[in-house]
Structure formats: structure tokens, C-alpha cells
């Protein structure tokens, strides 16, 4: 639970930064329709995949993967 909690600090504080400094984000503009655009589909669908077929250490690895392109997603 600890590490939900950085994760929504973590987001909120990107999405603040977002607010009222948008071009720090900036650079990621020019990826934001990739990013929206696979997220549901593919993305979600491997990290799935692969979370359920490796081993606990390798498992941390995917979610971890998975948290920053879902912070992505929200952020851009």
C-alpha cells in the first residue's frame, strides 16, 4: 500500500506540474496520440500477459513498466 501512495503522490505532483507549468511536458507531445492510442489494446494486454507468465522478481519489473506508462497516459 505504501508504494500506491508514492505512485498517487507521484502523479498528482506531475499532473500540479502539468497544470501550471505545461512545457515541461512539452517533449512529450509529440508522442501523446502513441501513447493514448495503444494503451487499452496492446500495452495492457502484454504487461497482462507478462505479469502472469514470469516470476516474482521479473513481475515487480512489468508492474513497474506498466505504472510509469499508465502515469504517461494520464499525464500527456
Known sequence: MRTL???FIFL???LLLKEFQPAVLEPLRAYASYIKNAFWGGVTLLALGLY???RRTLRKAV???YIIYLILYLVV
Request: charged share 0%; net charge neutral.
Open 5 to 7: 501512495g508514492y505512485i
Open 12 to 14: 498528482g505532483l506531475l
Open 52 to 54: 502472469m507468465l514470469t
Open 63 to 65: 508492474l513497474v513498466l
